[in-house]
T-cell receptor
Framework: KNEVEQSPQNLTAQEGEFITINCSYS?????LHWLQQHPGGGIVSLFM???GKKKHGRLIATINIQEKHSSLHITASHPRDSAVYIC???????????FGTGTSLTVIP | NAGVMQNPRHLVRRRGQEARLRCSPMKGHSHVYWYRQLPEEGLKFMVYLQKENIIDESGMPKERFSAEFPKEGPSILRIQQVVRGDSAAYFC????????????FGPGTRLTVL
């Protein structure tokens, strides 16, 4: 069983829609990360969370430590948001990341 | 301030050859992580190194794979006698210090084994 589970695996949205991607994890963590990977493969860190909520532009990330759950929201989605979004956690016991399998988002104009 | 650099970006090897992947961390970063992304799969941790030390290699295959991060120069992930199943994207990330959770990723090396 993977330490980090994401849903949905694939998501197609119309431009302008509100998007939510979910992440659940099963280990104790010191931080949770949302990453973005574009076609061609580069990985960019969007957020690092240990509690509460963070906002950056149209992106919002929340975490509920008690429920071991995080969500990434994209408001007013745009085709340039099309990418794979990856949830990763840093466990209490180490420094490496455990990754979800990613959510492939396609935003249609 | 250059980010994490990896080279080569693309590497093609025939079965049985050796592959050497290089990672230069961000300036001021002394911790390096290697991750592998197999086709159609998520990223998996391989190894965590500090200068001249392997801190955690629990994700490394037991044979043919090795990693180093010398005092001078880049970190190197070495794969001996490559097989088709080694074809993947290999990402390096770096952080400034142990316990710092933010990792900065390189662009990856895409290894293709023919």
């Amino acid at each position: 069983k993977n330490e980090v589970e994401q849903s949905p695996q694939n998501l197609t949205a119309q431009e302008g829609e509100f998007i939510t991607i979910n992440c659940s994890y099963s280990v104790g963590i010191s931080a949770l990360h949302w990453l973005q990977q574009h076609p061609g493969g580069g990985i960019v860190s969007l957020f690092m969370l240990s509690s509460g909520k963070k906002k950056h532009g149209r992106l919002i990330a929340t975490i509920n430590i008690q429920e071991k759950h995080s969500s990434l929201h994209i408001t007013a989605s745009h085709p340039r948001d099309s990418a794979v979004y990856i949830c990763a956690v840093t466990p209490n016991t180490g420094n490496q990341f455990y990754f979800g399998t990613g959510t492939s988002l396609t935003v249609i104009p | 301030n250059a980010g994490v650099m990896q080279n080569p970006r693309h590497l093609v090897r025939r079965r049985g050859q050796e592959a050497r992947l290089r990672c230069s961390p961000m300036k001021g970063h002394s911790h390096v992580y290697w991750y592998r992304q197999l086709p159609e799969e998520g990223l998996k941790f391989m190894v965590y190194l500090q200068k001249e030390n392997i801190i955690d290699e629990s994700g490394m295959p037991k044979e043919r794979f090795s990693a180093e991060f010398p005092k001078e120069g880049p970190s190197i992930l070495r794969i001996q006698q490559v097989v088709r199943g080694d074809s993947a994207a290999y990402f390096c990330a770096s952080s400034r210090m142990r316990g710092e959770h933010t990792q900065y990723f390189g662009p990856g090396t895409r290894l293709t084994v023919l």
